[in-house]
């Protein structure tokens, strides 16, 4: 198993209740994927570095997980038509 950090963005239009609704939907998606050992971060509403959809901030959340590597490419499918996260970006952590 190898380690993990995904960041996704999640749109801010989404009321700060229905957050919870979306990081547990990424991390069900990441568990369907054999992923273990989840932890998430929320880190808040920041400034983008460039508008994306014409917005320009956005609610940044962390997730460190363990899993292996020919397992994300289904995570990362799903995760592409999830239409509340607006940018996300998974790295191998050491």
Do not use: C, H
């Amino acid at each position: 198993m190898t380690n993990y950090e995904i960041m996704y963005i999640i749109n801010p239009t989404v009321m700060e209740d229905a957050r919870g609704a979306i990081i547990e939907k990424v991390e069900a998606i990441l568990t369907a994927s054999n992923a273990t050992e989840l932890k998430t971060t929320k880190m808040g509403e920041r400034k983008l570095a460039y508008p994306i959809e014409k917005k320009g901030t956005g609610f940044y959340v962390l997730t460190t997980f363990k899993a292996e590597g020919q397992n994300l490419q289904t995570a990362e499918n799903k995760l592409n038509i999830t239409e509340e996260v607006m940018r996300y970006i998974i790295v191998k952590n050491k």
